[in-house]
């Protein structure tokens, strides 16, 4: 069955970065857009990038360009989440997702989910 594992979070301090990583097993990880979302404690669960089957276009939230940069490697059959400049306001428990097609999307573009990974931000 498809399988998601994010790892990589922790606990750093504001200004600091994390780079998550998604490795993936029961599909065929080129063939599909991938993305990450997060949720924050009481948030709904949100968009945070995405990128194409070749990884040769990427999408971000307006709150993280410039200092996320979503990547991938088709021949290790997984995605990454390089964070840098990290802000309080980036706490959330991150989660990776197999995609129905790529750009700024919804949770309902997603076909499966990791089990996510706690990210926290202190000032």
């Known amino acids: 069955q498809v399988q998601l594992n994010e790892s990589g979070g922790g606990l750093v301090q504001a200004g600091g970065s994390l780079r998550l990583s998604c490795a993936t097993s029961g599909l065929t990880f080129s063939n599909y857009a991938m993305g990450w979302f997060r949720q924050a404690p009481g948030k709904k669960r949100e968009f945070v990038a995405s990128?194409?089957?070749?990884?040769?276009?990427?999408c971000y939230i307006e709150s993280v360009k410039g200092r996320f940069t979503i990547s991938r490697d088709n021949a290790k059959n997984t995605l990454y989440l390089q964070m840098n400049s990290l802000k309080p306001e980036d706490t959330a428990v991150y989660y990776c997702a197999v995609l129905r097609s790529s750009g700024i999307v919804s949770t309902v573009s997603a076909t499966y989910w990791g089990q996510g990974t706690q990210v926290t931000i202190s000032s």
């Open positions: 990128i194409t089957r070749s990884g040769g276009d990427t």
